[in-house]
Each structure stands twice: as structure tokens, then as C-alpha cells.
């Protein structure tokens, strides 16, 4: 039985928190687990804590509210952003704390869930040791420019490197280091696929007979919130949206003013515009049943392109997904076979794909096809095999 230690950027029960949390149940199966993660929030923290209760095998230590990082990925911070140079100069700080941290745990294998640890590539006590970092971020800008190098460069220490796509792999094209493909996967008991439409808007406490788009991703202007709302606004009364992820009040904890001028530009429009009440915040959802059941059709208007978890988790309830065509999402969303795909910031090429799916029979075809394409290519048993071999290879 090995022992693998995992480190993780964030406590943000996000994409990448719950393929950590579905990975160190695997794991720990077989393997020892220990698990460093961000106090700030407490999220993943509080359910890695549930998980050892469960399991002796598993043990969490928080490190801190923030990680050293790079953070300067596709939906990152920008160049010479206050944020980016923060968390760049925080890795320099924190070397000594984190190869004290490895040499008392003396794990086999340590690996780091995310591109943004990359730094952690030149640890001397990282060095000795299997080293895994899984990459969940596409490569931001143009892949050839100073700094996209330099990250190119510190993931090319580790041993190995998994992305999860093929796209995203041979975009880093990396030549140390063994690269893999392991596709994001879905744990089933995680959600209850037999609510029905109408129980889920019961418990969501949403009118009824109206046609609902999900969008998963809160008040962020990357992820395209504004553009979806002005989709919505122009349509029919009976489209409602639901909206997941960060609310106003949420999203305006930041330091940023350009964030903070975004939030405040649309909450007063919609209170202006929305006068039917036709936009349904929930905040931040720790459960996504409810909300996969009681939509139609998902959205997810990301304006760079972005890692969208929530594209298969949908197609677990035979729900079809409207997407912006970039090329990393071609793997994953085949146009008029499992989603719509449409051109970035068209909004009304997103209005025209959301109305074409209100015809019932395309809505349907879509739906059960992303359903197979859930099953085939995010299937927890292939994912966690491979992810199993990468460790004990």
C-alpha cells in the first residue's frame, strides 16, 4: 500500500473540487491519502474531513487560506495582473514550508491537482519522488510566449502529467515528461437522476409549464453571464433562467473594480429589465440534481476557453448542453450530435441555438445522445483504472 499525498489550490467546491474529492475516494481504496487543501473557504476541507470519518485510510491538513501558484491559464488572471504576481511571489515563500510538509509525510507519490502548482515541479523533496500534477486548465493566449514556456518548462519536471484532454495535451506538447489523457469522470451516487422535471422545480420552488435554460457559473463576466441574461431577456416570457453559482451579493467579494463594475452594471439591469421575474438565482448549489432536472437545456456562453464539468454531468440527466465553439470543447460536444455549439459572444446565435431546441424531438435526440456520451467517455470505472496505474506504474 502506497502512500500519496495530494495538494490541492483551492477550498472552492468548484470543477476541480469535486473531481479531487471523486479521485481520493478512489484512491483511498487501495492507497494511503493525505490531502492539503485551502481553509478559505472551508468547503472542501469540511467534506475531505467527512470522507476520513469514513475511511482511516484518508487524512486532510489545511496548509493556509492561499497556495503559492501561477495563475495565468485560459479564464485566469492576466499578465501583470496584482492577483497573478501575488501568488507567483507567495511560491517563493512558501518552498520551505512545503518541503518540510513532504519530508514529514514521506509520501511514495505526491501529486498536485493543478496546472497552477506547476512551481511545485522544482521542490527538492518533490524531486525524489513520483510526481503527478493533473492538469485542469487550457493553456491561456498564445502558446509559445515567455511565460507559457516557463509553466511548459516546470511541467516538464514531473514524471507525469495528466490532462484532460487530448487537445490540452497536445497544445503543451511537453518533452520530459510522460503525458496521459484521463477524461474528468462522474460519480453517479452524487446525484439523484430519478427527480422529475416537475419535482425538481417543486424543490427549487420555480413556477411551472415554463421552458428552463440552466447556466452554471454565477456573476462572471468569462463565463459569459451577461450573455446568456441578454439571450433570455429577448425571448419568449415563458424561457426562465436559472442561475447557479455565485449571486450578486457572492460575486461581489473581490478586490477587483472591473469585476466589481461588472456586478453592479448588471444587477441594476436586470432589476430594470426583468420585471417578470424570469431570472432565478440559487447561489452557490452544493447539489446539482435539482437543477440538472428541472432544465431543459444547459448553457455555458464562456467567452475563453474553460474545463465545462457541467456539459456531462448534465448528460447524466439526458439533458443536451449549448456551448461556445472553441476547439478544445470539440472532443467533448459534437454540434447537432450531443449540443449545439455557437460562435464566442453571439448572442444571438445563443438565442437562435436555445430556441431551436424548444422543438421537443431535437431537445431529445441531444439529450439522450450527451446521456451516452456521459456513460462512454467520463465513466468513473475507466477514469479511476487509469488514474490507478499512473500511480502504482
Given at each position: 500500500?502506497?502512500?500519496?499525498?495530494?495538494?490541492?489550490?483551492?477550498?472552492?467546491l468548484?470543477?476541480?473540487?469535486?473531481?479531487?474529492?471523486?479521485?481520493?475516494?478512489?484512491?483511498?481504496?487501495?492507497?494511503?491519502?493525505?490531502?492539503?487543501?485551502?481553509?478559505?473557504?472551508?468547503?472542501?476541507?469540511?467534506?475531505?474531513r467527512?470522507?476520513?470519518?469514513?475511511?482511516?485510510?484518508?487524512?486532510?491538513?489545511?496548509?493556509?487560506?492561499?497556495?503559492?501558484?501561477?495563475?495565468y491559464?485560459?479564464?485566469?488572471?492576466?499578465?501583470?495582473?496584482?492577483?497573478?504576481?501575488?501568488?507567483?511571489?507567495?511560491?517563493?515563500?512558501?518552498?520551505?514550508?512545503?518541503?518540510?510538509?513532504?519530508?514529514?509525510?514521506?509520501?511514495d507519490?505526491?501529486?498536485?491537482?493543478?496546472?497552477?502548482?506547476?512551481?511545485?515541479?522544482?521542490?527538492?523533496?518533490?524531486?525524489?519522488?513520483?510526481s503527478i500534477?493533473?492538469?485542469?486548465?487550457?493553456?491561456?493566449?498564445?502558446?509559445?510566449?515567455?511565460?507559457?514556456?516557463?509553466?511548459?518548462?516546470?511541467?516538464?519536471?514531473?514524471?507525469?502529467v495528466?490532462?484532460?484532454?487530448?487537445?490540452?495535451?497536445?497544445?503543451?506538447?511537453?518533452?520530459?515528461?510522460?503525458?496521459?489523457?484521463?477524461?474528468?469522470?462522474?460519480?453517479?451516487?452524487?446525484?439523484?437522476?430519478?427527480?422529475?422535471?416537475?419535482?425538481?422545480?417543486?424543490?427549487?420552488?420555480?413556477?411551472?409549464?415554463?421552458?428552463?435554460?440552466?447556466?452554471?457559473?454565477?456573476?462572471?463576466?468569462?463565463?459569459?453571464?451577461?450573455?446568456?441574461v441578454?439571450?433570455?431577456?429577448?425571448?419568449?416570457?415563458?424561457?426562465?433562467?436559472?442561475?447557479?453559482?455565485?449571486?450578486?451579493?457572492?460575486?461581489?467579494?473581490?478586490?477587483?473594480?472591473?469585476?466589481?463594475?461588472?456586478?453592479?452594471?448588471?444587477?441594476?439591469?436586470?432589476?430594470?429589465?426583468?420585471?417578470?421575474?424570469?431570472?432565478?438565482?440559487?447561489?452557490?448549489?452544493?447539489?446539482?440534481?435539482?437543477?440538472?432536472?428541472?432544465?431543459?437545456?444547459?448553457?455555458?456562453?464562456?467567452?475563453?476557453?474553460?474545463?465545462?464539468?457541467?456539459?456531462?454531468?448534465?448528460?447524466?440527466?439526458?439533458?443536451?448542453?449549448?456551448?461556445?465553439?472553441?476547439?478544445?470543447?470539440?472532443?467533448?460536444?459534437?454540434?447537432?450530435?450531443?449540443?449545439?455549439?455557437?460562435?464566442?459572444?453571439?448572442?444571438?446565435?445563443?438565442?437562435?441555438?436555445?430556441?431551436?431546441?424548444?422543438?421537443?424531438?431535437?431537445?431529445?435526440?441531444?439529450?439522450?445522445?450527451?446521456?451516452?456520451?456521459?456513460?462512454?467517455?467520463?465513466?468513473?470505472?475507466?477514469?479511476c483504472?487509469?488514474?490507478?496505474?499512473?500511480?502504482?506504474?
Amino acid at each position: 500500500m502506497s502512500k500519496v499525498l495530494f495538494i490541492h489550490h483551492s477550498g472552492i467546491l468548484g470543477g476541480a473540487g469535486i473531481s479531487l474529492i471523486n479521485v481520493v475516494k478512489s484512491v483511498a481504496r487501495e492507497h494511503n491519502v493525505f490531502v492539503g487543501v485551502s481553509s478559505d473557504p472551508e468547503d472542501i476541507l469540511t467534506l475531505i474531513r467527512q470522507l476520513s470519518f469514513e475511511n482511516p485510510n484518508i487524512k486532510v491538513f489545511s496548509y493556509g487560506r492561499r497556495i503559492g501558484a501561477i495563475t495565468y491559464y485560459s479564464g485566469g488572471d492576466t499578465l501583470f495582473s496584482p492577483r497573478l504576481i501575488y501568488r507567483y511571489l507567495l511560491s517563493f515563500k512558501q518552498r520551505k514550508y512545503w518541503n518540510r510538509k513532504i519530508k514529514e509525510i514521506n509520501p511514495d507519490v505526491v501529486i498536485t491537482n493543478s496546472k497552477i502548482l506547476c512551481w511545485m515541479s522544482g521542490l527538492t523533496q518533490l524531486k525524489c519522488r513520483k510526481s503527478i500534477c493533473f492538469v485542469r486548465e487550457t493553456v491561456k493566449g498564445n502558446r509559445k510566449s515567455f511565460l507559457n514556456n516557463q509553466i511548459a518548462k516546470k511541467l516538464d519536471k514531473y514524471k507525469k502529467v495528466v490532462f484532460l484532454s487530448e487537445y490540452d495535451r497536445k497544445l503543451e506538447n511537453l518533452k520530459c515528461a510522460e503525458t496521459y489523457v484521463v477524461h474528468n469522470f462522474i460519480s453517479s451516487d452524487q446525484f439523484d437522476t430519478t427527480l422529475s422535471k416537475n419535482e425538481a422545480i417543486n424543490l427549487l420552488s420555480l413556477p411551472k409549464d415554463k421552458f428552463y435554460v440552466l447556466y452554471v457559473g454565477g456573476v462572471s463576466e468569462m463565463k459569459g453571464f451577461d450573455l446568456i441574461v441578454q439571450a433570455v431577456l429577448q425571448m419568449d416570457d415563458d424561457v426562465h433562467l436559472i442561475v447557479a453559482g455565485n449571486d450578486f451579493k457572492q460575486a461581489r467579494v473581490t478586490k477587483n473594480k472591473s469585476e466589481i463594475d461588472y456586478v453592479d452594471k448588471w444587477q441594476y439591469l436586470i432589476e430594470k429589465e426583468d420585471k417578470k421575474g424570469r431570472i432565478h438565482f440559487l447561489g452557490r448549489v452544493k447539489n446539482m440534481s435539482s437543477c440538472y432536472a428541472a432544465c431543459d437545456v444547459l448553457v455555458f456562453p464562456m467567452r475563453s476557453p474553460h474545463q465545462s464539468r457541467p456539459a456531462f454531468e448534465a448528460g447524466l440527466f439526458m439533458k443536451p448542453i449549448i456551448i461556445s465553439d472553441f476547439e478544445n470543447i470539440s472532443e467533448f460536444v459534437r454540434n447537432n450530435e450531443n449540443g449545439l455549439r455557437f460562435p464566442p459572444n453571439d448572442v444571438e446565435a445563443l438565442t437562435n441555438a436555445i430556441m431551436s431546441l424548444r422543438n421537443d424531438e431535437l431537445r431529445k435526440r441531444l439529450g439522450k445522445n450527451n446521456y451516452l456520451n456521459t456513460l462512454e467517455n467520463h465513466n468513473k470505472e475507466k477514469s479511476c483504472e487509469k488514474i490507478r496505474m499512473l500511480i502504482e506504474k
